[in-house]
């Protein structure tokens, strides 16, 4: 089956065709830290970690990029409030980030790059624009011309007077026309600037995702992403100045935007009360359960936050935790038989479901077909667990629900190599049980479990895992 993939530009599901049969760049609109990040933000970084990792699995060698705007008006103003520097306000909202990134599990980017460490770029670009003539510099500011993009409005599906109209609100003496945008503006008294040809001052919004984008990813790069709110007016001037700095068109091939998260019905906000930051959801709930409950719906669909949905994740990931524990015990202890037909209709069912999980995936990532697949594998490997079957198909589809869970970003297993110690204690244990001294098992099992080493006890053996918190 084709990869398809749906971009915004076009207005439909096309076929996935990279530049380069071999690789694929994809850049995602970073964080403004200037606050910490909330379930909002994380439903996009997990669509698109999900993204990255379902090319990887397809063999792509992937390039990826989110970047991080640590200079803006609203770190400025955030900043005023606290009584503290922009930039060390900046960098203690970056660290809670990248934080929060890890404990939700997503694979770290190949470059976080910060808008402060890329000026120089900026700059470059900024003059390339005034001498082709798409931008011009007005009291030491520097405005890109939006009349001279004739694609203008193209992402948005808007005509260029309709965006003219709408940019009205905000009428500036100083522009040639209502929706130019900023490529560079002046400091003011106390702002943190930086010395250009145009004077002091720091970049606009739109014009630093132009010059990371292209410096880490090229002129042309396959996908572009973010969440659905950036397509008007951010990415709409990204693609207008990119493609007047570059002289390219498509500059990025394919434009993915992930659907809002709401609560209640509502998008979020905190003058509604229904702010939920990312650790105030990793109180409640493991990064696991968040997950799953993301990838239950389609990364452009809305998707409405609820304890009592969270809550259902937190079962079934623990059906699926059950299961491997169960397959585990079955590969441990089991026995090598006689192909039968049981053992045939496991492993038809095993790749029929593996086909249907990934013609799924190919059809625009559509996680909720592809979870359905999954959690019939999940049901397929209980029964299979306490059947007869090999052991060697008790582990095909134990390798196949870890594979498919890692597609989803779900933390699955986690790697321990017991201890020479550990080792011991163990087996002490096992001749502790063989002699019901239940005395020492208990202590033995206590021990073990402040190391984080659970074991699990059945009547053909002990087997041992790694802990994992179960919040509910």
């Known amino acids: 089956m084709i990869m398809r993939v749906y971009d915004t530009l076009h207005g439909e599901v096309v076929p996935f065709e990279p530049l380069d049969k071999t690789r694929v760049g994809i850049y995602v609109c970073g964080p403004t ?60 909202f970056e660290e809670i980030f990248l934080e929060d990134m890890e404990s939700l599990n997503l694979k770290k980017p190949d470059v976080y790059p910060r808008v402060s460490d890329h000026i120089p770029e900026i700059i470059e670009m900024i003059q390339v624009l005034i001498r082709k003539g798409y931008a011009y510099q007005v009291d030491g500011n520097v405005y890109f011309d939006v009349t001279l993009s004739p694609g203008l409005g193209k992402l948005s599906h808007q005509s260029l007077d309709e965006l003219l109209a709408g940019a009205r609100v905000e009428v500036d003496e100083r522009k040639r026309n209502p929706g130019d945008f900023a490529l560079w503006k002046s400091s003011k008294e106390g702002e943190p600037f930086w010395e250009s040809p145009f004077g002091r001052g720091r970049p606009g919004w739109h014009i630093e995702c132009s010059a990371m984008s292209i410096k880490y990813l090229g002129e042309q790069f396959e996908i572009h ?16 100045q990119s493609e007047a700095f570059t002289g390219r068109s498509p500059v990025v091939k394919y434009w993915l935007h992930t659907g809002f998260l709401t609560i209640g019905g509502e998008k979020m906000s905190k003058s509604l009360g229904n702010f939920i930051t990312i650790r105030e959801l990793l109180e409640k709930f493991d990064a696991n359960t968040f997950r799953l409950f993301v990838v239950s719906t389609h990364y452009r669909s809305p998707i409405d936050y609820s304890e009592k949905a969270l809550k259902q994740a937190s079962k079934s990931l623990n059906r699926i935790f059950d299961t491997l524990d169960n397959l585990r015990q079955g590969i441990l202890t089991g026995k090598k038989e006689q192909e039968r037909e049981e053992e045939k209709r496991v492993g038809a069912s095993t790749q029929a479901i593996g086909r249907r999980f990934l013609e799924a995936m190919d059809n625009d990532f559509n996680t909720p077909k592809a979870a359905a697949e999954f959690f019939r ?17 008790l582990k095909s589809v134990y390798d196949l629900i870890v594979e498919f869970g890692g597609i989803f970003g779900l933390e699955l297993e986690r790697r321990h190599e017991l201890t020479e110690e550990e080792r011991r204690l163990i087996e002490e244990r096992n001749i502790a049980r063989k002699n019901m001294d ?25 087997l041992w895992t790694v802990e994992r918190k179960r919040k509910t």
Do not use: C, Q
Not at 39 to 65: C, E, P, Q, S, W
Not at 225 to 239: K, Q, R, T, V
Not at 385 to 392: A, E, L, N, Y
């Open 225 to 240: 992403g973010g969440a659905m709110d950036l397509i008007f007016p951010h990415h709409e001037n990204e693609i207008a």
């Open 377 to 393: 594998l999940i049901r397929l490997g209980n029964r299979a667990s306490t059947s007869s079957v090999d052991v060697s198909v």
């Open 438 to 462: 239940w005395e020492k098992a208990d202590e033995i099992r206590e021990r073990l479990k402040k190391k984080g080493i659970i074991l699990k006890d059945y009547s053909t053996g002990t």
């Open 33 to 92: 830290v200037y606050d910490s990040p909330h379930i909002g933000h994380a439903r996009t970084y997990i669509a698109f970690d999900m993204i990255v990792r379902y090319l990887i699995h397809k063999g792509y060698r992937v390039k990826y990029v989110v970047n991080i705007t640590d200079i803006d008006d609203k770190i400025i103003k955030r900043a005023d409030e606290s009584g503290v520097p922009p930039m060390d306000l900046a960098r203690r």
